[in-house]
């Protein structure tokens, strides 16, 4: 019984077992009957199994569910948002342009797979802009980014890339500011605190720069942009010894740094 598999495969999938659920899924997308007769049950079915392969990393396969979905259902604006999500995720941005902007264009109907409105729209907007960036179109992307935030809670991730875009252009004080309102928003990521760090660092507030980069590695003490920055800082107030020990440290990490090891010849000379 098709159900049953549906349901046995929802089930497992709640409690994280997806790999066992996807041949349960497979047993309904793959029976002749569901596809010609039942083809929103099919449609629903398709649209975990694909989900549970991108959370289970298999993006080929995930690839391959999803621009079947798009084929034959091609005004579904879900089966449209999932195929431009995977060929974000496998980094085919012009393609994941294209198939994301004609979600935008297309309803999303209410049916048995649980969609978050609020979070869709999000993501369709912020993985655009991401696909506008790597175009080099960056005016795009920052309309795209502003068009997210508030969506979602999620949202602290464009001001993270706002930030990154500011902070490539050179623009330090945008960049710590937008730094500042993805951290404000819930995203107190490694990544935001050794930015901020470096935006701080370039504008001269080399104190704030090092609480930042700190707090960075009090997150992950491993993270190395925040090790190599600090040791820069220390380099610059003339703090060799607290250099050294960064840069040494980023060394264990990464023998292969030859800007490493160059930073540290020239604090032993």
Same mark, same amino acid.
């Given at each position: 019984?098709?159900?049953?598999?549906?349901?046995?495969?929802?089930?497992?999938?709640?409690?994280?077992?997806?790999?066992?659920?996807?041949?349960?899924?497979?047993?309904?997308?793959?029976?002749?009957?569901?596809?010609?007769?039942?083809?929103?049950?099919?449609?629903?079915?398709a649209l975990f199994l694909g989900r549970y392969y991108i959370e289970l990393q298999?993006?080929?396969?995930?690839?391959?569910?999803?621009?079947?979905?798009?084929?034959?259902?091609?005004?579904?604006?879900?089966?449209?948002?999932?195929?431009?999500?995977?060929?974000?995720?496998?980094?085919?941005?012009?393609? +994941?342009?294209?198939?994301?902007?004609?979600? #935008?264009? &297309?309803?999303?109907?209410?049916?048995?797979?649980? /969609? $978050? @409105? *609020?979070k869709l729209r999000y993501y369709q907007y912020y993985m655009l802009g991401q696909?506008?960036?790597?175009?080099?179109?960056?005016?795009?992307?920052?309309?795209?980014?502003?068009?997210?935030?508030?969506?979602?809670?999620?949202?602290?991730?464009?001001?993270?890339?706002?930030?990154?875009?500011?902070?490539?252009?050179?623009?330090?004080?945008?960049?710590?500011?937008?730094?500042?309102?993805?951290?404000?928003?819930?995203?107190?990521?490694?990544?935001?605190?050794?930015?901020?760090?470096?935006?701080?660092?370039?504008?001269?507030?080399?104190?704030? +720069?090092?609480?930042?980069?700190?707090?960075? #590695?009090? &997150?992950?003490?491993?993270?190395?942009?925040?090790? /190599? $920055? @600090? *040791?820069?800082?220390?380099?610059?107030?003339?703090?060799?010894?607290?250099?050294?020990?960064?840069?040494?440290?980023?060394?264990?990490?990464?023998?292969?740094?030859?800007?490493?090891?160059?930073?540290?010849?020239?604090?032993?000379?």
């Amino acid at each position: 019984n098709p159900i049953l598999h549906y349901n046995a495969a929802r089930t497992l999938g709640g409690i994280q077992r997806q790999a066992e659920a996807i041949p349960h899924l497979k047993r309904v997308t793959d029976n002749p009957e569901v596809r010609a007769k039942e083809k929103q049950f099919f449609l629903e079915a398709a649209l975990f199994l694909g989900r549970y392969y991108i959370e289970l990393q298999d993006l080929d396969r995930a690839y391959g569910v999803f621009q079947e979905l798009a084929s034959d259902f091609p005004n579904h604006g879900l089966a449209r948002f999932c195929l431009g999500e995977i060929l974000f995720l496998r980094k085919e941005f012009g393609r +994941a342009k294209e198939e994301l902007e004609k979600s #935008l264009l &297309l309803p999303v109907e209410v049916s048995l797979f649980p /969609v $978050n @409105l *609020g979070k869709l729209r999000y993501y369709q907007y912020y993985m655009l802009g991401q696909c506008h960036a790597e175009s080099g179109e960056i005016g795009t992307a920052r309309e795209m980014f502003q068009k997210s935030m508030n969506l979602h809670k999620d949202h602290y991730k464009s001001w993270e890339a706002l930030g990154l875009l500011a902070l490539r252009e050179g623009n330090f004080a945008e960049a710590a500011m937008n730094y500042e309102k993805a951290i404000q928003a819930g995203g107190r990521t490694g990544s935001s605190y050794a930015n901020l760090g470096l935006a701080y660092g370039k504008m001269g507030r080399f104190k704030d +720069a090092e609480v930042a980069f700190l707090q960075a #590695l009090e &997150l992950n003490p491993r993270r190395l942009e925040a090790l /190599v $920055n @600090l *040791g820069h800082l220390h380099k610059k107030n003339m703090d060799f010894k607290k250099a050294i020990g960064y840069f040494q440290n980023a060394l264990e990490q990464a023998p292969h740094r030859f800007d490493i090891r160059l930073a540290l010849s020239n604090l032993y000379f």
